[in-house]
Every structure is written in C-alpha cells, then in structure tokens.
C-alpha cells in the first residue's frame, strides 16, 4: 500500500513539474504586455497599456501581422485546393506503384526540408525573378507542405462512400461537380485541418520569408520579431512581449473556431 501511494505522489509530482513547465510561460506572455516594466519573472501586472500603444506607433509590427496573415491564407487556400483535387484523384484511381509514390513524396518531404533546400529554392526563386515577392513565396511554401497534406487528405478521401458519387454521375454530374457538392461536404472535417496544419506552419515560418524577402513592408511578424531589440541588442520585453501575444491571438482564435466546428476528426463526414 506504502508502496503504491508513494508512486501516485511521484506520478502527480511529475505531471505538476510538466504543467508549471508549460504553463509558466504562457503566463508570462498574458502578463508581461499589461506591466510597464516587464521582466523574465512571473509577477501581476499593473495593467497599462503603454506596450500596445508602442507597438501600435511602430512602423512596421502591424503590417507584419498582415503580412502573415497574407502568406498563411494564401498558402492554405492554394494547399487544401491542390491538395483536395491529388488526394481525392489518387484515392479513386488505380494507379501501378500509388501508394510507394505517396509514401515517397512524404518522405522526401520530410529528408529534404527547408534548410536542407535554401540553396536551390533561392537560386529557383532568383531565375524566376520571385525575390521580395509574396507570391512567389506562397509558392514556394505550398510546394514544401503538399505532399504532406495530399497523404493526409487522402485519409479522408478513402473514408468516403463511393455509392454517392455514382449516385451524382447517373444523374450527369460532371467530375468537377462531384468533387465540389459531394466529395468536399463529406471531408470538410479533412480539409478543415489541413487548413490549420498550414497556416500553422507559415505562420511561425521564419527562414523562407526570411531569405526571400528583404523589403521589410513585405516581412511577417515571424521575421518582424526578432527586429524587437534594443540598439545594444538586448531584447526588448515590453514590446516583444505585447508583439508575441497580438502574434499568437489570431492563431488559438482560428484553432478554437474549427475545434468547435469540425472538431478536428480525423474521418470523414458521413457517421457511422
């Protein structure tokens, strides 16, 4: 008995130490913009607003979360559309080798990241003429997450009745019109989290824009943050601090949104 009640105490002494590891910090991040003199430590805040109006008057923190929310709508919209058609195409058609091209793309996504590829996506974007161009940095962004997406998507797809489609195409629905009234209200769960996986993704993306785009009004607020220092390069709490919690806010409101909505299932939409 001694024995198994020095092990429940062990185990929640474990998980307290884990919380506080993880907690503490978000706390200081909700804390830290609402007090005038913020530190690293934890304390309660005297709630001014001083840190808002000094990111407010600066120059380019604002338009860096515009920025960002450009990237990362335009990458999702680009991603879950191209991923949706190759997900939806690969799960109906019987192709010689499908799957081990599937398994291929993922994992060579996943060896040939970013880093791996900076050399040879900025010598791409160079001949393209895609230098300090948003668009061209979309495309180059949903070109890395694709093939992640497209073996995510094609879960859902395959979770999919077939009856439906061959119901719609005796009634002379085009594929086209298959896809957007049958197939995409059945795997909106699916294409749901895939939007969220990629603005996730782009939105703490810091290298690609980074390298690829060096006019400052055209940065997001992941490149845009680490500008929030002092002339003697010290970290500026007050404004780094109220800068990261406006940089989260759109990120866990969009996450609670389509978690109530969808609840990020990973199945289709028919219940069984």
């Known amino acids: 008995m001694t024995r198994f009640v020095l092990g429940r105490i ?3 002494t474990l998980i307290a130490v884990l919380l506080a590891f993880f907690t503490i910090p978000l706390l200081w991040l909700v804390t830290a913009p609402f007090t005038s003199d913020p530190t690293y430590e934890v304390s309660v805040p005297d ?16 338009p860096s979360l515009w920025n960002s929310v450009v990237l990362s709508v335009g990458t999702a919209v680009l991603v879950v559309l191209l991923s949706a058609l190759a997900a939806y195409a690969l799960s109906r058609v019987r192709l010689p080798g499908r799957d081990a091209l ?12 970013g880093t791996a590829a900076m050399v040879p996506l900025f010598q791409l974007a160079v001949e393209l003429n895609l230098i300090d161009s948003q668009l061209g940095l979309i495309l180059i962004l949903s070109g890395g997450l694709l093939p992640a997406a497209i073996f995510m998507l094609k879960d859902f797809m395959d979770a999919t009745p077939k009856s439906y489609e061959e119901s719609a195409r005796v009634f002379g629905a085009t594929p086209l019109q298959i896809v957007r009234h049958v197939v995409v209200p059945l795997v909106r769960p699916g294409l749901a989290t895939i939007a969220v996986w990629t603005v996730a993704n782009v939105w703490g ?10 006019d400052v009004e055209k940065q997001p607020a992941a490149v845009i943050t680490y500008t929030l220092y002092t002339e003697g390069g010290q970290a500026n709490l007050s ?18 949104f389509v978690s109530k909505k969808y609840g990020f299932r990973f199945h289709g939409g028919i219940k069984r």
């Open 10 to 12: 062990g185990f929640y």
């Open 47 to 62: 709630f001014t607003w001083d840190n808002f109006a000094a990111v407010v008057e600066h120059p380019y923190a604002l």
């Open 102 to 113: 599937l398994y291929a793309l993922l994992l060579l996504s996943s060896i040939i990241t």
């Open 205 to 214: 993306n810091f290298l690609m824009p980074y390298l690829l785009l060096s």
């Open 239 to 256: 404004m780094l601090s109220t800068f990261g919690l406006l940089y989260s806010i759109p990120v866990v409101l969009m996450y609670l």
